[in-house]
């Protein structure tokens, strides 16, 4: 392919030879450095391809074993540039087209947003357009790592922030604090404890930091002292000299039993599309939007879906034009019943979505006790589950007054 | 060359596990179905229709018989030939 492309854009020729010693005529070419290709005979003649370079250099070889040549077909850029050579139009046209698409790079077209969860991806774009770096701003405006630094000031929980421009794509990397509070600087410096914020069991317990209060086997409540932020140190004779406060750090683990209670109707209305609809398609320059059809409400209840498309010169290349269809699809309300086999799947999908929820939590399920059950209009699931999870939160250590020995 | 340096000299391409085409001189053909034919280090053409191509090597002579038969590329060094190839035959 790229072969393909460099031999058009040099130019070559289909020639045609008639000579009384063709073979000695390629041999001689050959000798010289003529690449020739695409060889075959044409009853009396034969025909190849010869790039243009080469061709002013076969006078000598024709000279030499008395051919004639004749040039059939020629293609390539220096044979269009000829060709067209009085279409003034059409190569400013060119021109101007490059020009343009030049202009525009020197934009940024794109801000993508990665790796946001806590922080939506439209409130980082709201802070970055009131900091004026908004879409169609000029690169050599942006400044990567004052845009990093904005959005580190402004939103705390962002703990690293990458911002990278890329042809007309600015591309903002984030990583957030997925505990924020644990984590704080500020609070991780302060002497704390760790109380209990389950009623359960201890399973396991690492204590990193601190003196533990409680080991595993031993049955704590809400609210229990698990790990103590306070040291005591003593004497030889067992007496307390001074206190030191400690962060206290643990991993403690506590089995409980957590309840659960889901129940729906066992009726209810979907939404019935009747496979009507109108589409009808849309151009965007900028925010300017030109839609064609008409924008009136085609049915009594609708629901309208967008499809967008971006135009991309590259791949991280957006201009500013994006075209899509509109269409507005006919549904009415439905009222369905589930039967009581449909009923308890759903209410087993919901149990799957909590339990799924609980594991993404790093929470271990032990023993599952929850019973469906349905009464003609409702069905509810409930039960209790046992659960061993991770427990614990700091409060800040009270501080004594060192005795008097 | 003697029969002795000749004997001396395979022993030496064969020991040091030169390829024989950059120790002899020797053309490498290569055959890729029956639509293509690929000759390397080859001294010229000496017949060339569409039913028969004829090439002499540094070693004897190869000829090419088939039907449609046209060069792809001819180089210096290298040259393809395609078409439908019905016999490949050496001679002295």
Redesign the interface.
Known sequence: MIEKLLQYKNGYVKIRLISPK??RF??L???Q?I???????AGETWE?QISLKDFFRLKPVCKKTHSRIHVVKRWGLPFFFYRNKKRKAFFIGIFLCFALVIFLSQFVWRIQVEGNYYNTTQEILKFLEEKDVRHGIPKKEINCALISAMIREQFPDITWVSARLSGTNLSITIQENENPASSDSGQEEAPSSIVSNLEGTIVKMITRQGAPQVQAGDFCEKGDLLVLGRLDIKNDSQEVIRYDYVTSDADIYIRHTCSYYDSFPLSYEKKSFTGNEKSRPFFQIFSLRAEGGSRKKQYEKEDTVTQTRNLYLTENFVLPFSYGTIVQKEYVMEKVTYTEEEARKKAQENIQIYLEKLLDKGVEICQNNIEIQTDGSFCTAKGTLQVIEKAGYSVPVEKMEIPDT | MGKKRRKWKEHLVSSMEIPRDLAYRESIIRITGRKQLTIENYKGIQIFSSQQTVVTLNQGKVKILGKDLEIQFYMENEMTVTGFISQVIFEI
């Open positions: 063709p073979e390629l041999n070419c050959s000798r450095g690449l020739l290709s695409q060889i075959r005979p190849m």
